[in-house]
């Protein structure tokens, strides 16, 4: 099993920046993708970013590609997402999810395994 708790979400203003963490743990914790995905109300969940855990190869939503970087600590188990520029539609409760497996769908949200409990961000215009 393994468990996902993000930090990190707040209120800002446009233009604003946050820096989303999500700490990974879980017995022999190990894991292909580690991505974000967003919930806006009203709205299904939507791929923001992934990376390869051991690669570090990155992928994007085009909504957030050059404002957003998704970057992971391995010593840590960590992922963070760092999130520049932000918008009012960039409001939404962010997740964090984790694939153990390979995958070649890497921003589907049913490709993934395990999900942290979410953390809210607001962007105020």
């Known amino acids: 099993q393994v468990q996902l708790v993000e930090s990190g979400g707040g209120l800002v203003q446009a233009g604003g920046s946050l820096r989303l963490s999500c700490a990974a743990s879980g017995r022999a914790f190990s894991s292909y993708l580690m991505g974000w995905f967003r919930q806006a109300p009203g709205k299904e969940r939507e791929f923001v970013a992934t990376?390869?855990?051991?690669?570090?190869?990155?992928f994007y939503a085009d909504s957030v590609k050059g404002r957003f970087t998704i970057s992971r600590d391995k010593s840590k188990n960590t992922v963070y997402l760092q999130m520049n520029s932000l918008k009012p539609e960039d409001t939404a409760v962010y997740y964090c999810?984790?694939?153990?497996?390979?995958?070649?769908?890497?921003?589907?949200?049913?490709?993934?395994?395990?999900w942290g409990q979410g953390t809210q961000v607001t962007v105020s215009s």
């Open positions: 999810a984790a694939r153990v497996t390979w995958s070649a769908v890497v921003a589907g949200a049913s490709s993934y395994d395990y």
């Open positions: 990376i390869i855990w051991t690669g570090g190869t990155t």
